[in-house]
Each structure stands twice: as C-alpha cells, then as structure tokens.
C-alpha cells in the first residue's frame, strides 16, 4: 500500500516556476513508477510527467517539455516536478500517481495506476 501526498502548489505569474513535491509512505515506493497527471476546468485529465523506479527514464507530454523536468529522491520518498516558463494554459489540479507495474506503453494512461494523490492546485496568471 502507498499513499500520496502533493504539495508545492499555488498562484504564479506567468512565466515564473514552481516546484511540486509528491511524498509518498510505503517502504516499496521506490520500486514504483510515479506519473505526474493534471486536470483543469472542465477538462479530461492528462499526462504531464513521469519517471521509473530508478530515475533513469522520464517522459514528458509535448506541451511540457523543456519546461518541466521530473525527478526522484528515494531517500526521501519523493518525487519532484519543477514546472519553469510556467503559462496560463498550464493552470490544473496536479495529481501524483503511482504503480509498481506501469511500463513505457501504459504510463500516460491514468487507469493504469493504483495510487493517487489528494492534488495540488497550480494557478498561473496572465
């Protein structure tokens, strides 16, 4: 079992940075991957991020790329998202996820993960 827990979020003005933290409990957390997934307005949840168990692989949805950048400390149980160049359209509910079976295939999908966060709100400004 783990469970999640987000932080990190707030008001910006656009083009300033912010850093989401996703904690996690559960000595196995390092062995899941996490995915970073957000959902604004009247919108359908969508991948933003996500990183394997070792750190070594991230992915990043087109719309974030060269801006955000995912990692992982799992020391500390955390997985990090630091969003810079941050725009309006970037304004959502951030979730972490995570699960221990997720591969490169199935990690932007958000039915294929176990464990949610309670989310973040990041609201960015124009």
């Known amino acids: 079992q783990v469970q999640l827990a987000e932080s990190g979020g707030g008001l910006v003005q656009a083009g300033g940075s912010l850093r989401l933290s996703c904690a996690a409990s559960?000595?196995?957390?390092?062995?899941?991957?996490v995915g970073w997934f957000r959902q604004a307005p009247g919108k359908e949840r969508e991948f933003v991020s996500a990183i394997n168990w070792s750190g070594e692989l991230k992915y990043y949805a087109d719309s974030v790329k060269g801006r955000f950048t995912i990692s992982r400390d799992n020391a500390k149980n955390t997985v990090y998202l630091i969003m810079n160049s941050l725009k309006p359209e970037d304004t959502a509910v951030y979730y972490c996820?995570?699960?221990?079976?997720?591969?490169?295939?199935?990690?932007?999908?958000?039915?294929?993960?176990?464990?949610w966060g309670q989310g973040t709100l990041v609201t960015v400004s124009s």
């Open positions: 996820a995570a699960d221990s079976t997720i591969n490169a295939r199935t990690m932007r999908t958000s039915g294929e993960y176990d464990y």
């Open positions: 559960g000595r196995t957390f390092r062995s899941y991957t």
